[in-house]
């Protein structure tokens, strides 16, 4: 009779290759997220960093591993009464393996460093913008048209309670992500970053709840959104970028829809992008009347617009209840809800639905809709284009 077949003979095997196809499939070119194809040069600099090393230490891994198969042969125990010969130091062997490792991370790190500096430094002439991240979605604050930089207060207010303390000690004072002052107009949109090619974009990175985490891989490294805090990264696409869309998503877990929390960077030519921040910051004409658009702005005023603002300028401060993304112009996204699904109306109806259902978590609560009421709802957000 045969012996019965082992369990691990065949287990061990199917899981190395059921693991290496998922990893593998992470390489795979078109990869919306690949770190390895960078399209900026920021992205670029993190990548060499990444190449170089990891070469040097897949060269010295199989180096090692080479050496300990050679010893596992070559110094084998050849007879059960076999004592190998026994050694006590090696003062050569003992300073080269540690010497050349430190050598090997001195040099390493320098390039590390070097890179690091020239991805978060701050770029003369930048473009500024202020992402706020909301669970679980991420709000944009753009100069006024015709303008690059936002004014003094970046979008956000001073924390009133920090602002005696910060005269005393001769410091500007703690800002608020979360409130924003009305000297200093904004134009808004959410889960849709939008910039100019080629050009660098200076962001000023806040949160209004939670720690989250901004980071599009193909454009530069990622940095955390910490409430009470600001952080600063810089992207910049290639110059013939224009037209192109890349993605990211929230680094930190932020809660129960972390993983929805992903947003888009569309990259305009700069004409275009003047363009689109001209339109963006106007207010879309209200729909003719008797349309399933008016209807549907009519049931906007009366289930909607306690949570959000159809005005361009108005961010979301989370005061006067408004906790929603500004809609001003939704209907020229591709994306909503945290980008994670198209913007046709088969999505808007189960979004309109059950925003829970849709997106587990979501702080969206709102009262049951009638088929036709979602219907109008869906004409208004095709409207605010
Ligand atoms: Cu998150």
Same mark, same amino acid.
């Given at each position: 009779?045969?012996?019965p077949?082992?369990w691990g003979?065949t287990?061990?095997?199917?899981?190395?290759?059921v693991?290496?196809l998922?990893?593998?499939?992470?390489?795979?070119s078109d990869?919306?997220?690949?770190?390895l194809?960078?399209?900026g *040069?920021m992205?670029r600099d993190?990548?060499n960093?990444?190449?170089a090393?990891?070469?040097?230490?897949?060269?010295?891994g199989?180096a090692?591993?080479?050496v300990i198969a050679v010893i596992?042969v070559?110094?084998?125990?050849r007879?059960e009464?076999?004592?190998p010969?026994?050694?006590h130091g090696?003062?050569?062997?003992?300073?080269?393996w540690?010497?050349?490792?430190?050598?090997?991370?001195?040099?390493t790190?320098?390039?590390s460093v070097?890179?690091?500096q020239?991805?978060?430094?701050e770029?003369?002439?930048?473009?500024e913008?202020?992402i706020?991240? #909301?669970?679980?979605w991420?709000?944009?604050r753009?100069?006024?048209?015709?303008?690059?930089?936002?004014?003094?207060?970046l979008?956000?207010a001073?924390d009133?309670?920090d602002v005696?303390a910060?005269?005393?000690?001769n410091?500007?004072?703690?800002?608020?992500a979360? *409130?924003v002052?009305e000297?200093?107009?904004?134009?808004?949109?959410a889960?849709e970053?939008?910039?100019?090619?080629?050009?660098n974009?200076r962001?000023?990175i806040a949160s209004?709840?939670v720690m989250?985490n901004?980071?599009v891989p193909?454009?530069?490294?990622?940095i955390?959104?910490?409430p009470?805090k600001?952080?600063?990264?810089?992207l910049?696409s290639?110059?013939?970028?224009?037209g192109?869309?890349?993605?990211? *998503?929230c680094?930190e877990y932020?809660?129960?829809? #972390?993983?929805?929390?992903?947003?888009?960077?569309k990259?305009?030519a700069p004409?275009?992008?003047?363009t689109w921040i001209q339109?963006?910051?106007?207010?879309?004409?209200?729909p003719a009347a008797d349309?399933?658009?008016?209807?549907?702005?009519?049931q906007f005023s009366?289930?909607c617009s306690?949570? #959000?603002n159809?005005?361009?300028?108005?961010?979301?401060d989370?005061t006067?209840?408004?906790?929603?993304?500004?809609?001003?112009?939704?209907g020229?996204?591709?994306?909503?809800?945290?980008?994670?699904?198209?913007?046709t109306?088969q999505y808007?109806?189960q979004?309109?639905?059950?925003?829970?259902?849709?997106k587990?978590?979501?702080?969206?609560?709102?009262?049951e809709l009638?088929d036709?009421q979602?219907?109008d709802?869906?004409?208004?957000i095709q #409207?605010?284009?």
């Amino acid at each position: 009779m045969r012996p019965p077949r082992k369990w691990g003979a065949t287990a061990l095997p199917s899981a190395l290759v059921v693991g290496a196809l998922v990893a593998l499939s992470g390489c795979s070119s078109d990869a919306p997220q690949n770190t390895l194809q960078p399209e900026g *040069q920021m992205a670029r600099d993190i990548k060499n960093v990444l190449i170089a090393p990891g070469l040097i230490a897949v060269a010295i891994g199989v180096a090692v591993y080479a050496v300990i198969a050679v010893i596992i042969v070559k110094f084998r125990r050849r007879s059960e009464d076999e004592i190998p010969k026994q050694v006590h130091g090696n003062t050569v062997a003992e300073i080269s393996w540690t010497v050349a490792p430190a050598v090997l991370m001195a040099v390493t790190g320098v390039f590390s460093v070097q890179a690091l500096q020239k991805v978060y430094d701050e770029p003369p002439n930048a473009y500024e913008i202020t992402i706020i991240g #909301h669970q679980w979605w991420w709000e944009q604050r753009y100069p006024m048209p015709g303008k690059d930089k936002l004014e003094s207060t970046l979008g956000l207010a001073p924390d009133r309670a920090d602002v005696a303390a910060a005269e005393e000690e001769n410091r500007e004072p703690k800002m608020l992500a979360n *409130q924003v002052l009305e000297k200093d107009p904004v134009v808004v949109n959410a889960n849709e970053l939008v910039i100019p090619a080629g050009r660098n974009i200076r962001l000023t990175i806040a949160s209004h709840d939670v720690m989250h985490n901004y980071w599009v891989p193909k454009l530069n490294g990622k940095i955390y959104a910490v409430p009470g805090k600001l952080n600063y990264l810089t992207l910049m696409s290639d110059a013939d970028d224009a037209g192109k869309t890349f993605y990211g *998503q929230c680094a930190e877990y932020c809660g129960t829809s #972390h993983a929805n929390m992903r947003f888009k960077v569309k990259v305009l030519a700069p004409a275009d992008f003047d363009t689109w921040i001209q339109r963006q910051s106007e207010t879309v004409a209200d729909p003719a009347a008797d349309t399933p658009a008016a209807r549907g702005m009519a049931q906007f005023s009366a289930n909607c617009s306690s949570c #959000h603002n159809v005005d361009p300028s108005q961010p979301t401060d989370g005061t006067g209840g408004k906790i929603g993304p500004n809609l001003a112009h939704i209907g020229s996204r591709e994306h909503f809800a945290g980008a994670i699904a198209p913007l046709t109306p088969q999505y808007l109806k189960q979004w309109l639905d059950n925003p829970q259902k849709f997106k587990p978590g979501s702080k969206m609560v709102i009262g049951e809709l009638s088929d036709e009421q979602i219907d109008d709802l869906i004409a208004y957000i095709q #409207h605010l284009k």
